[in-house]
């Protein structure tokens, strides 16, 4: 099985393209962020007083001094340590807060634009793979603009005061410390490549061990039904591995970063011990004046450590971001028009004018030339063997994808200058898996009318046949129905996708072979309750029961998306063909099936 994540942009992805997608994000935020950065100063500026009054302490104490002098300077540091602190206070938690309403607006937009991506963008993408976009791949985002922000700029602050005043104390000396500047870029260069590629390789793997835990959790049934445990632990556990690796070789380069900076830092405060220590010996440098560069040079130490930990946090956003872009940059291919119809409701005349179909990754016509009309509160029938073309209709006239050729239209409209939220509002499906969502089963019914309604709960209930299981259920419609509606029987999840239906209050109703798990009486039950609730509704129902078809005013029948039979239920008795062999057939298995019980 191929757990392959779709969409990913190449590691030509630049880190210049990251800030780019960034920047809008920040902009809302951009006051705050100017307050942060102001308190990043101010704790900067507070800090890099502390050696100077060190400096003076010494030289003092050299000269001689009182206690109370000493005292002072003390307190000097304390009270410049305490301002530093809570500085340093704001400036995480105004930073990091803002991080965070940027990681919630990231993934409000990247799941809205998935709420607009058409029926065949999921037809390739892993349900698995897109969860971990929306959560790991944007937390990573927001370490960019949370802690490698902050960072950054506390970084590039520190270097500009403590460079200012070293150059003040020692030139040679920080020419020195300045000389190991190139080696450290040189590092940075090299080992961002290599933390950039192991990032996105990391986020890939773990992207499609997720996809696979996701989709073999929930058809643990079949996995156990079939005896397949050992092969899935097996599979597990390569894509596992192969997570391990990527994150081995990410660590082995993460491990190198620490230990190099350490050691060129170590070699600069020997240079700095060297230098300085002959400059003391000659009397050219103050002993003051070496314990407060010194002490720069260690306030530079973290920063200079930091590079390689922030270096590390901008690399794995990146490859984050790239692949967040990749969704975000897909254009929807179902879309309102610019000027749409200024529809705001449909009465449900449908028309297809030689209509066409081909799905993109499909080798031939789903439909092809389909001629028909269905007036408002008029009922249809589709009937026909698998893969004809039943479901790619229904497909149509919801318009989760564009016909190819030929004109379809409701109340004269075609389809793309009707606003999707008024077309999609006006018809109600019930598709062939009855989805269900982990909820009470009321929410579920009432899933379209945003709000309980005991009395309209109860109706539609009825309607669908479902009030005798509920009423045998301990909490009634508060139970709750599993994930996909896993603790009812497929009858029971059909009948309450029946009811969700209802309850919209749609003008069109499609009802796509959504009675094969209920038994016929129970299915002859709810036709007739549907015949009399749906009266001034368009209904269309797709089945391969003609018992489920045959109160419908007209019915059609389809063969390689072509239309080779329509008409009534008895208009096609009488024409002896497909649909009548259809008929006969069922006839003598429901005998057989009759006899036999």
């Not at 942009?9 to 880190?15: A, R």
């Not at 499909?362 to 092809?368: E, F, I, P, R």
């Amino acid at each position: 099985m191929n757990h392959q994540p779709q969409n990913q942009k190449d590691q030509s992805w630049s880190f210049k393209d990251t800030l780019r997608r960034i920047f809008p994000y920040l902009k809302p935020y951009r006051k705050k962020l100017i307050i942060g950065f102001i308190c990043i100063a101010g704790t900067n500026f507070f800090g890099v007083l502390s050696p100077l009054v060190l400096k003076y302490a010494i030289e003092d104490l050299q000269a001689g001094v009182t206690v109370e002098k000493i005292y002072q300077y003390s307190a000097y540091i304390v009270i410049l340590a305490t301002l530093a602190g809570i500085l340093r206070y704001f400036m995480r938690r105004i930073i990091i807060s803002v991080s965070r309403w940027i990681e919630f607006d990231l993934r409000n937009e990247y799941y809205a634009h998935l709420q607009k991506l058409s029926a065949s963008f999921y037809d390739k993408q892993q349900t698995g793979d897109l969860m971990t976009r929306a959560t790991s791949d944007i937390e990573a985002v927001r370490m960019i603009v949370g802690p490698a922000v902050m960072y950054s700029v506390d970084t590039i602050i520190t270097f500009t005061f403590a460079i200012s005043l070293m150059i003040a104390l020692s030139v040679p000396l920080t020419l020195a410390v300045l000389a190991t500047s190139p080696i450290i870029s040189l590092l940075i260069y090299i080992i961002a490549k290599k933390i950039h590629a192991y990032s996105l390789l990391t986020q890939n793997c773990y992207s499609q061990l997720n996809a696979m835990t996701q989709e073999h959790l929930s058809g643990i049934r079949v996995v156990r039904s079939y005896c397949q445990e050992e092969q899935e632990a097996a599979l597990f556990k390569t894509l596992n591995r192969n997570y391990l690796d990527a994150n081995m070789k990410l660590v082995k380069v993460q491990a190198a970063l620490f230990p190099m900076f350490y050691s060129i830092f170590g070699v600069g405060m020997a240079l700095i011990l060297y230098i300085g220590g002959k400059s003391i010996i000659a009397g050219g440098m103050s002993l003051g004046d070496f314990v407060a560069f010194s002490a720069y040079v260690s306030m530079l130490a973290w920063p200079v450590i930091a590079i390689g930990w922030v270096m590390n946090l901008f690399q794995r956003g990146s490859a984050s971001m790239s692949r967040i872009s990749s969704i975000l940059d897909i254009e929807p291919e179902i879309s309102d028009k610019a000027d749409p119809a200024e529809a705001t409701a449909l009465s449900g005349n449908i028309l297809f004018e030689a209509v066409s179909f081909k799905y993109k990754d499909g080798s031939g016509w789903a439909l092809k030339d389909i001629s028909l009309s269905i007036p408002r509160g008029s009922s249809l029938g589709i009937v026909g063997q698998v893969g004809s073309g039943k479901t790619t209709m229904a497909s149509l006239i919801t318009r989760l994808y564009e016909v190819s050729s030929g004109t379809l239209t409701i109340d004269g409209n075609k389809l793309d200058e009707i606003p999707l939220e008024v077309l999609r509002r006006s018809i109600a499906i019930v598709p062939q898996d009855s989805f269900l969502f982990s909820d009470q089963l009321w929410s579920n019914v009432l899933f379209a009318r945003n709000e309980f309604d005991p009395v309209l709960l109860q109706k539609m209930a009825d309607a669908s046949k479902l009030t005798g299981d509920v009423d045998g259920f301990p909490e009634g419609f508060d139970t709750w129905v599993g994930e996909r509606g896993i603790t009812l029987s497929g009858g029971q999840k059909q009948r309450t996708s029946i009811a969700r239906a209802l309850a919209a209050d749609a003008q069109v109703v499609i009802f796509d072979d959504c009675f094969s798990a209920v038994d016929t009486n129970t299915e002859a039950e709810i036709l007739r309750n549907l015949k009399s609730l749906l009266a001034s509704k368009t209904v269309i129902i797709i089945a391969h029961r003609i018992s489920t078809l045959q109160w419908a005013d007209n019915i059609i029948v389809l063969d390689e998306g072509r239309i080779v039979e329509n008409g009534s239920h008895e208009t096609l008795l009488k024409l002896k063909g497909r649909y009548a062999e259809l008929h006969k057939k069922q006839l003598l298995e429901e005998e057989v099936r009759q006899s036999i019980d």
